[in-house]
């Protein structure tokens, strides 16, 4: 027998029984972007590798450490390692600017960054996420953040942190940067390997280092004055007041963090993280923001825009951490006849339901309702003569018996 062949260091299998939740969160994806007026893109896996350089940016550690890179017939080209880069050629290259705007798009598939693979950090991963070209003021800023926000709710994912904070404009940040060095040179021998890089190349970048020493800089009174003192012009700060007033309008609970910069190029104005409190280091479900710019960069007709993407194995293990979802009612019954109508019964009428195929005792099967049900919905002896039926609620143990008409309405 020769040599096993596995499977690559941070890919996987995804296997049959784990298909339930991934079908869920394709099918609410579906769902809930079509119904915001989203259209799907399916756009190619590899792209010229310029795409990338010119797109994503070619000081941020995607383009270069982290992209996979081969040859064909003397051209260039990369796994894509994000998906913003390729659907805006996509828009370029359909000519989608001669649409009516807002033109909104919505995609789901696999992505590759060579990184060192760790829990929630995969080379190949999936994303879903959105994109939509064409509107610069605030309310699409808003949209697309609630968009995020409904979707994770529709998957039963509550209780995550919503980070805002705005980047300016080409101008105001240009101030910032030389501020931000101004006030760093004199630590810059304490910064990191990595910070010293940047320094020079992407000097905001340096605002997410996560390296202790760095962010004790940070917290320096002089240093820290910079960073958190109001840098962005003043019709930036009007886009992303605005923007503030409608997540408040729309109930949305975010927190502003000054240090949030992302870790792409394209960006302006307003980005967004979605966190958890459930994942260890790797804990972004979700990373959107602005990229005014982009489509102009990339040769198109000047047209901003603003997206998000998710990480589905993120959203995954978050998924397989809940408990999972107890049916609506547990149909307890001796006649198998009268179990079996009762199911369809309530199927029919959209209540999820089970029931005891092998009918066993009574009393196993009113064990087994408790374990996955709210209800107990039973129809023994009595009920049947009397065409009622009895209803437990298996939370509080409260019991009614109701005529068979009335079921629906007391579940
Ligand atoms: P990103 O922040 O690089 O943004 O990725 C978005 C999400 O993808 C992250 O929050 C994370 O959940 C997931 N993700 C990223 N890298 C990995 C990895 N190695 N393993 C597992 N999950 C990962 C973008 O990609 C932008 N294109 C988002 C965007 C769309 N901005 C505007 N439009």
Redesign the pocket.
């Known amino acids: 027998m020769g040599n096993i062949i596995k499977v690559q260091k941070g890919t996987k299998d995804i296997l049959p029984q784990e298909m339930g939740l991934w079908y869920t969160m394709e099918d609410n994806a579906r769902r809930i972007f079509t119904n915001a007026g989203y259209g799907e893109i399916r756009t190619p896996i590899f792209e010229a590798t310029e795409l990338f350089a010119r797109g994503v940016g070619d000081t941020t550690d995607?383009v270069n450490k982290e992209m996979y890179t081969f040859e064909k017939s003397e051209r260039s080209l990369t796994l894509r390692?994000?998906?913003?880069a390729g659907v805006v050629r996509a828009f370029i290259e359909n000519g989608m600017h001669r649409l009516s705007a807002p033109v909104k798009l919505w995609y789901k598939g696999p992505?590759f960054?060579y990184?060192r693979p760790q829990a929630?950090?995969?080379?190949q991963?999936h994303?879903v996420?959105?994109?939509m070209f064409g509107i610069k003021d605030a309310t699409a800023d808003a949209e697309v953040i609630e968009l995020a926000v409904s979707y994770l709710k529709s998957l039963g994912l509550n209780d995550l942190e919503v980070e805002i904070n705005s980047l300016g404009c080409p101008n105001c940040r240009e101030n910032f940067k030389t501020e931000l060095k101004k006030v760093l040179k004199p630590y810059f021998n304490d910064l990191c390997e990595d910070c010293q890089n940047r320094y020079e190349k992407n000097p905001l970048r340096l605002l997410d280092c996560k390296v202790d020493s760095c962010k004790a800089i940070f917290e320096k009174p002089d240093v820290k004055s910079v960073i958190y003192g109001d840098f962005i012009c003043e019709d930036c700060a009007e886009h992303f007041n605005q923007l503030k007033s409608y997540l408040d309008a729309l109930g949305i609970k975010y927190t502003v963090n000054k240090l949030l910069v992302?870790?792409?190029d394209y960006?302006n104005r307003t980005v967004f993280?979605i966190k958890s409190n459930n994942l260890g280091s790797?804990n972004?479900?979700?990373?959107?923001?602005r990229?005014d710019s982009l489509v102009r960069n990339l040769g198109g007709v000047d047209t901003p825009a603003?997206?998000?993407?998710?990480?589905m194995?993120?959203l995954y293990s978050l998924l397989q951490k809940k408990e999972p979802e107890k049916l609506t009612a547990y149909v307890v019954s001796t006649n198998q006849t009268e179990a079996l109508k009762t199911v369809k019964y309530l199927r029919d009428n959209n209540i999820s339901t089970d029931f005891d195929f092998a009918g066993k005792k009574f009393t196993k099967q009113m064990e087994k309702a408790s374990k996955i049900a709210k209800f107990a919905v039973i129809l023994g002896e009595d009920e049947i003569a009397n065409k009622t039926v009895s209803i437990k609620n298996l939370e509080t143990s409260h019991q009614v018996t109701v005529p068979q008409a009335e079921l629906l309405n007391n579940l």
């Open positions: 995607i390692p994000e998906n913003t992505m960054r990184e929630g950090r995969q080379r991963f994303q996420g959105v994109e992302r870790g792409l960006y993280e790797q972004a479900v979700c990373g959107g923001g990229y603003i997206g998000f993407a998710m990480g194995e993120r």
